[in-house]
């Protein structure tokens, strides 16, 4: 599957932005998809994952009750609506996808758990 990220650009803090991916080249809905990001001089850091179904999901510590993780799979793409922003969450946001190892899966939140990664976008918040 190809992963194609955007929505990202430059905002205030405070300010919300919803950022897409869209897949291509797979069975959208067989893949848990998550969003990670990445800041200069740190590793990549787990946003938030959804399983096969928009009733499953898990969120990284960072981002918990602020950003919102969604999916349709109708129009092959995964969302991160992030609301409140703040200068930490500046970086570049990956969208990243993996098939289930099992029927009872779990949403990881480590990089190596998904082999399927998009290009990044990049979020800038100004203070």
């Known amino acids: 599957v190809q992963l194609q990220a955007s929505g990202g650009g430059l905002v205030q803090a405070g300010d919300s932005l919803r950022l897409s991916c869209a897949a291509s080249?797979?069975?959208?809905?067989?893949?848990?998809m998550a969003w990670f990001r990445q800041s200069p001089g740190k590793e990549r850091e787990f946003v938030a994952a959804?399983?096969?179904?928009?009733?499953?999901?898990h969120y990284g510590d960072s981002v918990q009750s602020r950003h919102i993780i969604s999916r349709d799979n109708a129009k092959n793409s995964v969302y991160l609506q992030m609301n409140s922003l703040k200068p930490e969450d500046t970086a570049v946001y990956y969208c990243?996808?993996?098939?289930?190892?099992?029927?009872?899966?779990?949403?990881?939140?480590?990089?190596?758990?998904?082999?399927?990664w998009g290009q990044g976008t990049l979020v800038t918040v100004s203070s």
């Open positions: 990243a996808a993996d098939l289930p190892r099992s029927a009872y899966y779990s949403l990881s939140n480590k990089v190596s758990d998904y082999r399927y």
């Open positions: 080249g797979g069975t959208f809905g067989s893949y848990i």
């Open positions: 959804v399983g096969l179904s928009d009733g499953i999901v």
